[in-house]
């Protein structure tokens, strides 16, 4: 019985993927991926990285917008360096 089970897993793929998903796969992410990649290595860190990116090519969430601006109206209350 399991490997009855097994056998029709491997013939059919769990996962499947559209003709769509599987051209943006073909292709490079997206043009800013390359340098989301690179800012992640110097994340901004109120404390110990102030001059750290914080990356900002996110998706769109509507569910959680106006907690994000929240958070960077917070963060860069006089600016990200600090007060003057």
Do not use: H, W
């Not at 990356?55 to 960077?72: H, L």
């Amino acid at each position: 019985m399991v490997e009855q089970t097994l056998r029709r897993a491997d013939a059919r793929p769990q996962f499947r993927v559209s003709k769509r998903g599987k051209k943006a796969a073909a292709t490079e992410f997206t043009v800013y991926a390359p340098a989301f990649a690179e800012a992640q290595k110097d994340l901004y860190v109120k404390d110990t990285n102030p001059k750290g990116f914080i990356p900002m090519c996110m998706a769109e969430n509507r569910t959680v917008g106006a907690e994000v601006e929240a958070e960077f109206r917070k963060v860069s209350k006089g600016g990200l360096d600090g007060p003057d």
